[in-house]
């Protein structure tokens, strides 16, 4: 049975905002794929690392090849690059439940992604960094990317992307001058580096040459585009369905391995509560701004100093969804990088059911009133 269809209110940009997170990066596949058969439409990918890898598929893609080119991508990247997938089933994860075993089972797998790499996303290098001479990727990394650069060209169309059918935002660092850059295709040509370059966390990824300048993860300094969407001009009135792929809340740790894991999810959650709380202020500086403005005579408007502050002035409104993947009892600090195949599917899966359990509270769609200029809405705290 096919899902109802939702029609939104009339924004004027809707917006999936994907923050970095590794082999957790298929929790947004998982909400993509309700947006989709929901009818929505989002007119804006922003990405970074992982979330940058699926905004390109997205924006790479037309709507009706998307979920399939998701599919591809992820059952790929979860294989092993070197030796046969050893892949557990549905009913021997049952078995196994959410318990001690399950959790070696993840443990297992992510020893394969450290020493074997990837399929079409990374392998060892051979020699080891630091038999190589210093200089280079191959003495300041431990890992290959060539081979996610081929599947980017397999799997994404990036005369689509610089089409500018939807818009496309992918955040990297300046590794010289540690400052943050976005690559928008709106003012520039984007190619598969540009990707890249937003997910080459380091040591493990080598870092990305665009124009002479060498590029690390975004998630180093912001782990989530959100701000660039909330505040680019020009502003536009906004939906924003962001997607956090760690939990700023979690529990004490209680041994070493929970303190890295905790440590993980502190420092890459970004405080998306602490953008939209400074933006819905901003913001409302901007309404009262306005508001002033559109008091003074009309002897008075066309004067410079008012033309500047009218720059500075706005009435659009921003609706921010929050969606938080939260973490299953049995993983650990390695999540981010325990590839497979069974917990992707599950947290393509958990992803599928929380945005459809977030759209059936319509009431969160609906374009801020009331004086409000950014609203945000969270259906886990709503049911907390």
Known sequence: ????????????????????????????????????????????FAGISIGALNAAILGGNPPEKRLERLTEFWETIC???LLPA??????????????????????????????????GFFVPRVP?????????????????????????ER?????????????????AVDIETGNF???????????????????????????????????WDGGLVSNTPLMEVLSRPPRRDT????????????????????????????????????????AGYTQHLRHALKKALDRIPADQQNDPEVAKLRELSCSKVYNTVQLIYRDKQY???????EFSILNMREHWRQGLDDIKNTLTHPEFLARPTGGHAVVTHDVHRVEE
Do not use: C
Not at 89 to 105: F, H, I, W, Y
Not at 155 to 171: M, P, Q
Not at 245 to 263: A, I, T
């Open 86 to 119: 050893f892949t557990l089933g549905s009913e021997v994860a049952s078995l196994l439940g959410d318990g001690d075993m399950r959790t070696l089972a993840g443990a297992w797998s992510s020893m394969r992604a450290i020493l074997e790499g990837q399929r």
């Open 79 to 81: 294989q092993s690059a």
């Open 331 to 337: 993983e650990t600090h390695s999540k981010d990088y």
């Open 155 to 171: 799997l994404v169309d990036f005369d689509r992307i610089n089409a500018r059918i939807e818009r496309v935002s992918v955040g």
């Open 239 to 278: 939906l924003a369905f962001q997607v956090d792929l760690w939990s700023s809340k979690g529990p004490l740790p209680k041994n070493l391995l929970d303190v890295d894991e905790r440590r993980k999810d502190i420092v890459y959650s970004s405080r998306t509560r602490l953008v939209t709380d400074v």
């Open 1 to 44: 049975m096919n899902a109802p269809k939702i029609e939104l209110p009339p924004y004027e940009t809707v917006a999936l905002v994907l923050q970095g997170g590794g082999a957790l990066g298929s929790y947004q596949a998982g909400v993509y794929q309700g947006l989709h058969e929901a009818g929505i439409a989002p007119n804006w």
């Open 181 to 215: 850059e976005y690559f928008d295709n709106a003012n520039r040509k984007l190619g598969p580096e540009h990707f890249m370059a937003s997910g080459a966390l380091p040591p493990g990824f080598p870092a990305i040459e665009i124009d002479g300048r060498h590029y």
């Open 128 to 152: 080891p960094p630091f038999l190589n001479w210093p200089g280079g990727p191959e003495a300041t990394s431990y890992y290959d990317t060539k081979p996610l650069k081929e599947t980017l």
